[in-house]
T-cell receptor, first 111, second 121 residues
Framework: TQLLEQSPQFLSIQEGENLTVYCNSS?????LQWYRQEPGEGPVLLVTVVTGGEVKKLKRLTFQFGDARKDSSLHITAAQPGDTGLYLC???????????FGKGTKLSVKP | GEEVAQTPKHLVRGEGQKAKLYCAPI?????VFWYQQVLKNEFKFLIS????????ETGMPKERFSAKCLPNSPCSLEIQATKLEDSAVYFC???????????????????FGNGTRLTVT
């Protein structure tokens, strides 16, 4: 059973389009992080959301944490080819220290 | 250093051989995590250290996997008698601390290395 479900698994869009990636769980997380991973590299942290209902913006990326802290979304406005990559959500629970990762959304933005 | 350094980048082992992977965390970071990324991008937690002490080893297959973080040495992950299913990319990540922010919140931004791709043939 996957604790964090990400959807869609794959997304191929044209430059300029908008998209939303979802990260859902039946469990509550104390915080949730979004990472982006490019081929041959490790994931790089984009943002951490902590408070239920929190919205954070990073240029064209908008991250939201659900009110109940069970789900999150990532919205990209006017996607560019440079946004191509694997987007991973990862949840932290309590003080255990290890993050639980979703399986990721592989995004391809075509010029 | 300012980056998590993992070596080697690629490692090929015949089934049954030993494999040893290394990780130098960012200087000043107290926590080290090992993750295994298998096909379809799934990240599986293996083990974490607080300095040289094991913090959480709930993800470690105990029979063939072992890990150490000794003072003044890179951390290591060793697989005895590798199996085909051990083929994966192994990522090391480090973190300055675990608890950041208010008392009832916990989050640990992880800084990942670029991984070691292990291929077992």
């Amino acid at each position: 059973t996957q604790l964090l479900e990400q959807s869609p698994q794959f997304l191929s869009i044209q430059e300029g389009e908008n998209l939303t990636v979802y990260c859902n769980s039946s469990s509550v997380f104390s915080s949730l992080q979004w990472y982006r991973q490019e081929p041959g590299e490790g994931p790089v942290l984009l943002v951490t959301v902590v408070t239920g209902g929190e919205v954070k913006k990073l240029k064209r990326l908008t991250f939201q944490f659900g009110d109940a802290r069970k789900d999150s979304s990532l919205h990209i406005t006017a996607a560019q080819p440079g946004d191509t990559g694997l987007y991973l959500c990862a949840g932290a629970r309590g003080s255990q220290g290890n993050l639980i990762f979703g399986k990721g959304t592989k995004l391809s933005v075509k010029p | 250093g300012e980056e998590v350094a993992q070596t080697p980048k690629h490692l090929v082992r015949g089934e049954g051989q030993k494999a040893k992977l290394y990780c130098a965390p960012i200087k000043g970071h107290s926590y080290v995590f090992w993750y295994q990324q298998v096909l379809k991008n799934e990240f599986k937690f293996l083990i974490s250290f607080q300095n040289e002490n094991v913090f959480d080893e709930t993800g470690m297959p105990k029979e063939r996997f072992s890990a150490k973080c000794l003072p003044n040495s890179p951390c290591s992950l060793e697989i005895q008698a590798t199996k085909l299913e051990d083929s994966a990319v192994y990522f090391c990540a480090s973190s300055q601390s675990l608890l950041v922010g208010t008392a009832d919140r916990f989050y640990s931004p992880l800084h990942f290395g670029n991984g070691t791709r292990l291929t077992v043939t």
